[in-house]
């Protein structure tokens, strides 16, 4: 069997978002050829008596826009051979049998999703800073004067209300955001939220029911959310407090799910581990104490889904989804396998789970769910230990699976892959740390090979027993490393997700070391083993590549490390974080970083400052003298450019052994198989130089 190579890995063709049209005779989704992304459908098939199987599946969608660039899209209801696509921040509208666009609105923000109103006759969007209503029969206008942001890092929320008359949205009349309502009637704000403190920010929200909202309201430390239920025209100022959440160190809070029956799904780490609780508001809003601001998530109107000791999300933002009838819902737990994430279906009833569908008799990895509109189905993501992340379908009645997308043109190249070893081993203070082996599948019985551990971003993530939705390319160039003759270590560091909340939260007032801990702690483990040599080295991407500077820095436990848009001082980046604002990073992103180290960079608490200084791989740039690698993307609006151009500077001042490249026009996760291909072989060059000599 030939080695699984670079080629193999770059011809993989990443999948997203599969939902259904109107109809359920088709599944719309992204996928990406050669660094273009373009909406593809494919024709649903019968998976009642069909097991999964690799045969599945078809690599040729039955039709793609002609467009490219693009990162969303929208079934238009009523119509299932018409979407709508955000194609490089313009709109177009689809033919979801032949693939042809037309233009449909220029330029709105590339950050906004459009969204149809219910009647399927017009779109809104957000454009230079409004909600606009775009109509089929050439109508186009604003819908009101308040300042509607562009959010970079997770888009501007807007949803129609189910009577087709409210659209709620972000805010931002200043330096923090508000919930706001507009009724299109009437082109009249019918009611906003908007914090008068400076503690508290707003901005998750969903509908339950016609002129019911549901929003989410979290302290601005990110300790503590509070959903409040507001019924448009009867309830003034922030609304009825339904329930509530806190806990020590950071909530990281997922967005609410809400349904038009009345019922709202969440999930909460109340408990220690991330689970799901559906909440029936009208009950909650006729039983809470309207003087309690903080109601809690348990007692009448409340129902915990999942329980003990795992947790029910596929990646760090994954949500659960509700059935067309209201009655079930569908999610991904890790139950079964704390390396894996499993599809299920629990059925509710009054007051609790009635019943449950599971799917964990199939191996892998899956994430988010799309019901079909019969709610006979389950459309989600999947992969597997030897076969990339592809659409899938689910018979919720009997629990059968079928393959539908095909991401790779020739998926025997897969077969020689290692199956990995679920190794264990203890940190420093006997945290059992694990993470996944891949030995090289060419290894001889008695030949002690080198290792290479790799570092997820996030930190908020996992790695898995095999292919997952989101560090899929990431996980196929680590097999690329294993055909070339290393041992890769895919690391699980404390911060990840899947081990319960004190693991999740280790780093919070501790960046910078216990993570540090694990790292060194796998790099013993590694030269321990018996088909390990004494040369590790380590490459990790984003909160990764911080890892790789500090561990340059502040240890020598590696040999050599690749730092790929990693933060070099936390200080710089997270002053820049908070200049940048609520507008760019959306409902907390940069207060849970500087939250983290118990206060602003700019803090006079000794304290305070010593954690940034202890986190912060520059400050011990003069211990810099183990040879570090640094890739960077020039247009990466999450880490920006500065990180890396100051890492070089102080490198080359103390004269520290450190190379770096600039990928113009490249992001924060690097996008073009050109881009892939270079920094593949300045990677695999400076393991060999460092690892194999």
Do not use: K
Not at 509 to 530: F, I, M, Q, S
Not at 546 to 556: G, P, V, Y
């Amino acid at each position: 069997m030939a080695a699984f190579t670079l080629s193999d890995a770059l011809a993989i063709t990443p999948v997203a978002d599969p939902a259904w049209n109107d109809d359920g005779t088709r599944i719309g989704y992204l996928r990406t050829v050669e660094g273009e992304t373009r909406w593809a459908t494919l024709s649903t098939p019968e998976c009642e008596t069909t097991a999964v199987s690799l045969g599945d599946g078809t690599y040729d969608p039955d039709a793609e826009s002609d467009v490219t660039d693009v990162s969303a899209f929208v079934w238009r209801p009523g119509h299932p051979e018409e979407a709508l696509v955000v194609a490089d921040g313009d709109l177009y509208r689809v033919d979801a049998t032949t693939g042809a666009t037309e233009p449909f609105a220029r330029a709105p923000d590339a950050h906004s999703v459009p969204t149809w109103h219910p009647d399927g006759d017009r779109v809104a969007y957000r454009r230079d800073g409004a909600v606009w209503v775009h109509g089929l029969d050439g109508s186009v206008g604003p819908v009101t004067d308040v300042v509607v942001p562009d959010i970079f890092a997770f888009g501007t929320p807007l949803e129609w209300d189910p009577s087709g008359r409210y659209l709620a949205t972000l805010v931002a009349p200043g330096e923090t955001l508000g919930v706001a309502v507009l009724d299109t009637r009437t082109d009249d704000v019918a009611w906003q939220a908007v914090p008068d403190r400076d503690d508290c920010l707003r901005g998750a929200f969903a509908w339950v029911g016609e002129g019911h909202l549901v929003y989410a309201e979290d302290s601005r430390d990110g300790t503590e959310r509070v959903y409040r239920s507001v019924r448009v025209g009867e309830d003034e100022g922030l609304g009825v407090a339904v329930a509530s959440e806190s806990v020590d160190g950071l909530l990281l809070p997922h967005d609410p799910v809400g349904h038009e029956s009345g019922r709202l799904a969440v999930v909460s780490a109340r408990t220690g581990w991330r689970h799901v609780y559906a909440i029936d508001v009208d009950e909650r809003r006729a039983t809470v104490d309207r003087t309690d601001d903080r109601p809690g998530l348990s007692g009448t109107g409340v129902v915990q889904v999942t329980e003990e000791e795992f947790e029910a999300r596929g990646d760090a933002s994954d949500v659960p989804s509700f059935a067309p009838d209201g009655e079930r819902l569908a999610y991904v737990t890790n139950e079964a396998d704390p390396g894996e994430r499993h599809l299920e279906v629990a059925t509710l009833g009054d007051g609790a789970v009635t019943d449950r569908v599971t799917f964990s008799d199939i191996g892998g990895n899956a994430a988010g769910s799309s019901w079909s509109p019969d709610g006979a189905h389950v459309a989600f993501l999947r992969g597997g230990q030897r076969s990339p992340v592809d659409v899938h379908v689910a018979a919720v009645d009997d629990g059968t699976v079928r393959r539908v997308s095909v991401s790779h043109p020739d998926p025997d190249v897969f077969d020689s892959l290692p199956v990995p070893e679920r190794v264990t081993f203890e940190s420093t203070d006997d945290t059992t740390i694990d993470g996944y082996l891949y030995l090289p599948p060419d290894r001889a019985p008695d030949e002690r090979v080198p290792s290479v551990v790799y570092c997820h971003g996030g930190p908020i993530a996992q790695m898995r027993n095999g292919f997952s939705a989101r560090p899929g390319h990431v996980h196929a160039y680590d097999q690329v490393l294993a055909a070339s003759g290393y041992a890769v270590l895919e690391l699980n560091f404390r911060s990840g997700i899947g081990r319960g909340r004190p693991f999740e939260q280790a780093i919070h007032r501790h960046v910078g070391t216990v993570e540090v801990a694990d790292c060194e702690a796998a790099a013993t483990y590694l030269r321990e083993r018996p088909e390990t040599s004494d040369r590790v080295g380590m490459w990790g991407i984003s909160y990764g590549g911080f890892l790789a500077n500090a561990l340059a820095t502040m240890s020598d436990e590696y040999d050599c490390a690749v730092n790929v848009a990693g933060i070099w001082d936390w200080r710089t980046w997270c002053q820049w974080a908070i200049d940048h604002g609520v507008t760019h990073w959306g409902i907390g992103e940069e207060t849970w970083f500087y939250n983290r180290f118990g206060g602003r960079p700019d803090s006079d608490d000794p304290v305070v400052q010593e954690r940034y200084r202890v986190g912060s791989p520059n400050s011990f740039v003069e211990n810099l003298d183990t040879p570090l690698l640094a890739l960077h993307g020039m247009d990466d609006r999450n880490v920006p450019i500065e990180e890396t151009n100051d890492l070089l500077q102080q490198a080359v001042e103390v004269g520290a052994p450190v190379s770096v490249m600039y990928y113009p026009d490249e992001q924060h996760g690097f996008s073009t198989p050109a881009t892939w291909t270079d920094a593949a072989g300045r990677m695999e060059q400076f393991f060999e130089d460092h690892l194999q000599a």
